[in-house]
């Protein structure tokens, strides 16, 4: 394999840093041409001084000469603003492109570099749940290999590299089922974004955590999967495993079942995607199976965790309801992690906003930006008049 140049949109969050881990480990495979960042100026200078890429961008423009006085000793060219993300991320230096952004943010540049023809290593899930068809369109326009960082989708893609071109029955997704699993419904209603918080398997940003707490997370797993694998919802089955030893599994026409395994451990799927499709060595915690003892299974509680069902109605209508959907939930994630609201007014707040979105059966990309726009801004207005 090559020496890769990555661009790592998105360097300071959970999985930007975790991928620095793993070009820390291979000096000799990988190489930084670019880093993103928000807001985070402290670790983003940081990471530069380290890894010395050819850019970085911070996003928020106002800390544009924060980050360019303290880098300009060393050469590194700096940006600012989203536009400076996307083109820099089509550029001809790079190699293959990490987006690690939060949320409805990754879909802009996630455009950009497959327009340019990039390798996308994709952990930004929000891209498929909110503009699934126009993305999907243009990875097959443009022949670009779209390799999933996520847990789940890696473990069914590296499944499916065994299946020889057999035909898909089902894909169990498996889910830790949160922080929340064995609550009563009455004491979750209740729940503070600090006992959200608590995951008890990964460790990732705020803003996934609350999805996960929900399950929201693992519904926009569902709907990216079904666009990764061009699966329909229906033989999407989500299955709590409270483990997170099995990732996912891929059932066949005959009954076989492949499972993809690991420790909780999101530096190798993310190494996977950009080695792929050699494996390399990897200083983590291997399996010892008669430690871990026992491997445990559940249904899915969509009473306790309506956001799931949410989610499958969304991708079974169609259209631009995800995208409203996924924006819903953005704004109403951030005010419960800012006590504007309480958990259960989360669900509530997206089934209004579905409900009130002007259906779009087959969206265009300028569809999927005024549909985001719209339904966030309807979110943050029930948010303010609650």
């Known amino acids: ?51 010395e890429p050819n850019a970085v961008v911070i996003r928020d423009e106002s800390l544009y000469k924060t980050v360019a006085d303290a880098l300009q000793p060393l050469g590194i060219k700096v940006f ?17 492109v990490l987006t690690a952004l939060v949320g409805y943010s990754g879909l802009k540049p996630t455009i950009a570099a497959i327009k340019a023809g990039k390798p996308i290593a994709l952990a930004n899930k929000e891209t498929l749940v909110a503009g699934g068809p126009v993305v999907m369109d243009l ?11 996520d847990s789940e989708h ?3 893609f590296q499944c499916l590299l065994g299946a020889a071109g057999n035909r898909i029955r089902k894909i169990h997704l498996t889910a830790s089922g949160g922080p929340f699993r064995t609550w009563r419904r009455e004491d979750i209603e209740k729940a503070t974004f600090r006992e959200a918080l608590q995951h008890p398997q990964w460790n990732m940003g705020a803003k996934i955590t609350i999805d996960s707490a929900t399950m929201m997370n693992k519904g926009f797993e569902m709907i990216e999967a079904r666009w990764l694998f061009d699966t329909a919802p229906e033989d999407i089955r989500i299955v709590v495993h409270p483990q997170s030893i099995i990732h996912s599994m891929v059932e066949f026409e005959d009954g076989a079942v492949l499972a993809q395994m690991g420790h909780p451990d999101m530096r190798e799927p993310i190494q996977f995607a950009l080695s792929f499709p050699d494996r390399l060595t990897l200083n983590n915690r291997k399996l010892d199976f008669p430690a871990i003892g026992s491997l445990t299974f559940e249904e899915p509680d969509f009473e306790k965790f309506p956001c799931l069902g949410l989610a499958f109605e969304a991708i079974r209508r169609g259209g631009n309801l995800p995208c409203a959907m996924n924006a819903a939930n ?3 994630v951030a005010a419960y992690l800012h ?29 999927i930006l005024q549909t985001n726009k719209e339904a966030f801004d309807r979110a943050n207005l029930l948010i303010d008049n609650k």
């Open 339 to 367: 006590e504007k609201i309480a958990f259960y007014d989360i669900p509530r707040i997206i089934s209004e906003i579905m409900g009130r979105t002007a259906f779009i059966e087959k969206p265009s990309l300028e569809d």
């Open 139 to 149: 990875v097959r326009q443009y022949n670009v290999p779209l390799l999933p960082v």
């Open 1 to 51: 394999m090559e020496k890769r140049n990555i661009a790592i949109l998105g360097s300071t969050g959970s999985i930007g840093q975790q991928a620095l881990d793993v070009v820390r480990q291979h000096p000799d495979r990988f190489s930084v041409d670019l880093l993103t960042a928000h807001r985070n100026t402290d670790l983003l200078i940081r990471q530069a001084r380290e890894f």
């Open 154 to 156: 890696s473990a069914i």
């Open 80 to 96: 600012a603003g989203m536009d400076s993300i996307c083109s820099l991320a089509a550029a001809d230096s790079v190699d293959i």
């Open 330 to 332: 953005e704004a109403a």
